[in-house]
């Protein structure tokens, strides 16, 4: 079963900015696209960004602009760039692997995201 181990959060003043990462075992990490998700206290888990196997970039309109989400396939690592962090981005961070636009993988731990006003 592949891992994913995410990693980058903490605690950031509004403007601030992190970079958070996602390392996944297995061998077959380029072939599939990867997607960041994040769960806000008392909300539902909803989809951040996405970067399919050929690099292809889809986000949520509440992140275009701040965010940028890209893979190093060698590392087998995806990452999320996170500019302009303001309070709404305050939440736990996950990443996983989609299929049909759905994650198929166990979720990891997480990263928290905490952004200060």
């Known amino acids: 079963q592949v891992q994913l181990v995410e990693s980058g959060g903490g605690l950031v003043q509004a403007g601030g900015s992190l970079r958070l990462s996602c390392a996944a075992s297995?061998?077959?990490?380029?072939?599939?696209?990867m997607s960041w998700y994040r769960q806000a206290p008392g909300k539902e888990r909803e989809l951040v960004a996405t970067?399919?196997?050929?690099?292809?970039?889809w986000y949520a309109d509440s992140v275009k602009g701040r965010f940028t989400v890209f893979r190093d396939n060698d590392k087998n690592t995806v990452y999320l760039q996170m500019n302009s962090l303001n309070s709404e981005d305050t939440a736990v961070y996950y990443c996983?692997?989609?299929?049909?636009?759905?994650?198929?993988?166990?979720w990891g731990q997480g990263t928290q995201v905490t952004v200060s006003s």
């Open positions: 996983n692997r989609v299929r049909d636009g759905r994650p198929v993988l166990s």
């Open positions: 970067v399919l196997s050929g690099g292809v970039r």
């Open positions: 297995g061998r077959t990490f380029s072939r599939y696209a």
